[in-house]
């Protein structure tokens, strides 16, 4: 099989990306249920930790039951990853606030406004809950944030991406993309904040999946040049194709209207044979861009960096 990379004119001025490696395998964890870990959310951890901390910690799951919210840290992006060494740091069972077959999908932003770290995760596809925690280890069930019921004619709403972001015309100063599943095929959702802990969400879905795509996911922020762009994996659509690239819209600063501008990443950019990029997440280190994916197979992927590589 082929790939061609397009050129899009749509996407001029955007950053290009090249592959450099992977940076968590599942093989060697110690906390490994499935052979798979995706959703990598990554924080510094300077504003929370002393010093002499490891400089990121990043969280990640696996996607099947049992899941389980998981830690490494490290110092550098590139790595050396670190597990940590009493994974999960939050798991599928918590007495007396749930149990359920899986928890995946951890987001974590830090709080200036409280002094916490807030992790949001799904657990079951239903429902995306909140834990707090002062180190970044030990955590506090906040609760359920939002559930399908805040949606229409989903029977999903998780996957959820956080992003500290003063909503013009409200009081709002968070917003959450997240997935939905309406009647098979995956569509994004918008909700916004004051505080993080009480979310207001719009029924309507935000993105639909275009012609020739099943569904979209992992919805990412990405204020570039004064515009507001959202970054998000697309799965061709079609039998046994649970292929992936990243793709790009453009959305209004009041998050109502996108428009969508095309291929941003393609899932070949690591080799021909790779079959997803998923999960994007980008964070700059000393002045430098880079993105980070879930790559390979799906429900057998691993955690990848790219770095800034140009312009479209």
């Not at 925690?133 to 029977?155: E, L, M, N, R, W």
């Not at 992003?163 to 009081?171: A, E, K, Q, S, V």
């Not at 994004?188 to 309507?204: L, Q, V, Y």
Request: aromatic residues 14%; contains cysteine; proline residues 8%.
């Amino acid at each position: 099989m082929t790939f061609v990379e397009p050129h899009n004119s749509e996407l001029a001025g955007l950053p290009r990306f090249r592959h450099l490696g992977v940076i968590l395998d599942y093989d060697g964890l110690r906390y490994n249920p499935s052979d798979d870990i995706i959703f990598p959310s990554i924080v510094r951890t300077s504003p929370w930790l002393p010093t002499g901390s490891p400089r990121y910690f990043m969280y990640y799951a696996p996607h099947d039951a049992p899941g389980g919210i998981c830690l490494a840290t490290a110092d550098r992006l590139a790595g050396p990853w670190r597990e940590y060494d009493a994974n999960p740091v939050i798991g599928r069972t918590w007495a007396p606030h749930y149990d359920v077959s899986h928890v995946s999908s951890p987001h974590a932003v830090w709080n200036d406004d409280e002094g916490l770290l807030f992790l949001y995760f799904h657990g079951d596809n239903d429902v995306t809950r909140l834990a707090t925690s002062k180190d970044g280890i030990h955590f506090d069930y906040a609760g359920p944030v939002v559930t399908i019921a805040d949606f229409d004619g989903t029977s999903e709403s998780s996957y959820a991406r956080i992003f500290r972001y003063d909503l013009p015309g409200t009081d709002a100063r968070w917003i959450m993309l997240l997935m939905g599943n309406c009647g098979g095929n995956r569509p994004i959702f918008f909700a916004s904040s004051r505080d993080g802990r009480t979310w207001t969400t719009k029924r309507e879905p935000l993105i639909l999946p275009p012609p020739g795509y099943a569904d979209v996911g992992s919805p990412w922020h990405f204020p570039w040049q004064g515009k507001h762009y959202i970054l998000l994996h697309a799965h061709e659509d079609g039998e046994n194709r649970p292929f992936s690239s990243i793709h790009a819209y453009e959305v209004d600063a009041a998050f109502t209207e996108t428009r969508r501008l095309g291929l941003f990443y393609d899932r070949s950019s690591v080799s021909p044979e790779n079959e997803r990029h998923s999960d994007v997440f980008t964070i700059e280190e000393d002045g430098t861009l880079y993105l980070v994916t879930d790559i390979g197979m799906r429900l057998h992927q691993k955690i990848a960096l790219a770095v800034e590589d140009g312009t479209w």
